[in-house]
């Protein structure tokens, strides 16, 4: 059973063999076009009993089918001495005189690439593929043998950050993003490929981050260079105050941006797309449907977004309090006892549609003058890490203060009400929930939370973040301890983090 | 060739003509993934191989052992919908 197939296939390989393969593949395996689909159908039947279920093979050497499961494919290779038959259900090359299915690399590229090919004809795209290494990255498999066995209970990634002095608004992201996933993953496997001249990229201090992170090393890490690169790159940061912690979460994703657009930005010719990492992970599409109430035309925008901040009741503006209970918080799971305010509350607060008045007239394409409209945000493209922002400081002209209101969030998150294909079907009246579940997945998990004590002039910042699962700890600064979900659950909350439970290839 | 083969060898037909049947199969796997049949069934193939010995071992040793187990580890919710799917995909092609 090795990779270069049995001594049989090499006596198969005649002139002209990997034409004939493709067509195999493509008109009786993998077939992609309307065309071959019809021929498929007609003709794949055992050409001795007319079976069309039983493991059909197709005979390499001629023009033959029959089954497996009833040995009439083996009968004629028997009789006709043609050795080698393929499947028809998944491709495998069956070699007669070696009772086994054998794997020949040349004959498994062909395979491969009419897959991809009927794949892309069904407009299905990628698949997943499982990982197999490139030359370069065996050898440094070979180089590196030292190994690191992840069970449930290591701790390796949690480390403390020291406060190099109010410098909790920065430590409490750092664990919010070491924690992520997929950023954990596109760091530790050195993606990151620097074209800055200088020493200030903040993309190769990330990186050194991760290694520190996942050095194995328990004692708390001193994050000196971060916050250096932070005061030279975002200047509104600087000092020794302490800062919003949401505002350092913006200002470094946008650097990282930057920083990580540097690379590719002599490939990438257009700006509104790029594909560093930070916007595969964080970028959304913010719908935005202004709808005229004259002519009921509607303008439509959409707008990337990296999180979504959320009104909370007791501010100043207006919070409308939406019915208890409703077909979305159950749901969610939220406890909604007491007239508590859930995180859905306040997502559908966010995607309702809103009058904009007689003093905010919009002019409308459609009726060639100014109107009232309403307007309604609605998700687009949900990222694949969704930030909720619950903006608790009240900056308003009259009064700086802190909400402390109890909002409950829940761990698992489906955000399907709030998207914007949700709303059209809505408006045309179909009714949501048929069987096409898999074509559009919107759960997504909890796994860190930003948490504010204190009041607005002096306060301090923690994070909760989730490991293997279900395991919860409390970053304080260099004092890392074990937290329970209740715990978790019942915090106040000032920035959420949720992760696509089902990821999709583009 | 009774009716009911008959029968289903013209759905078959169908199902491939339409490109349903590859969507069905899309459906089927990711279902199967996500209820963790395939991670149980992935248990039982390294069970067999262990047994048999990985030198000696064939496909054919893994067919017979393992797709009886998996037929039977299929959830029933996973039976259901897959079956109201081709009604549904049946219904919209009467002309069988």
Known sequence: MSPAGCPHVGGWKADGWRQNLRLIYRCFVWSGSAETRTRKAKSCVCHACGAHLSRLHSCLSCVFFACFAKKHIHEHARSKRHHLAVDLLYGGIYCFLCQDYVYD??????AKE?????????????????????????????HNPKRRRITTNCT????????????????CIVQALTHTPLLRDFFLSDRHKCEMASSSCLVCEMSQLFQEFYSGRRSPHVPFRLLHLVWTHARHLAGYEQQDAHEFLIAALDVLHRHCRDDDGKRTS??????????????????????????????TTIDPFWDISLDLPGSSTPFWPL?????????????????????????????????????AKIKCSGCHSYQESTKQLTMKKLPVVACFHLKRFEHSAKLRRKISTYVSFPLELDMTPFMASSKEKRMNGQHQQSADAFCSDNRYSLFAVVNHQGTLESGHYTTFIRQHKDQWFKCDDAVITKASLKEVLDSEGYLLFYHKQLLEYE | MSKDYQMKAAINQ??????ERERLKELLRAKLVESGWKDQLKAHCKDVIREKGLEHVTVEDLVTEVTPKGRALVPDSVKKELLQRIRAFLAQHAAL
């Not at chain 1, 690399?105 to 062909?110: A, T, V």
């Not at chain 1, 007239?339 to 009058?355: I, K, M, N, S, V």
Request: proline share 3%.
């Open chain 1, 105 to 110: 690399k040349e004959m498994e590229q062909i």
């Open chain 1, 114 to 142: 009419e897959q991809k090919k009927a794949w892309k004809m069904q407009g299905v795209g990628e698949k997943f593929s499982s990982w197999e290494p490139s030359k370069r990255e065996v050898e440094l498999l070979r």
């Open chain 1, 156 to 171: 390796i990634g949690l480390r403390g950050l020291i406060n190099l002095g109010n410098t909790c608004f920065m430590n």
């Open chain 1, 270 to 299: 257009n700006p509104n797309h790029c594909t560093c990492i930070i916007d595969q992970i964080f970028t959304g599409g913010l719908q935005s449907d202004v709808t005229c109430q004259v002519c009921h035309g509607v303008s």
């Open chain 1, 323 to 359: 019915s208890p209970g409703g077909e979305v918080s159950v749901l969610n799971g939220e406890g909604h006892g007491g007239g508590a305010t859930t995180l859905t509350d306040c997502l559908r607060r966010f995607t309702r549609p809103e009058h904009l008045g007689s003093s």
């Open chain 2, 14 to 19: 169908k199902l491939i003509e339409m490109g």
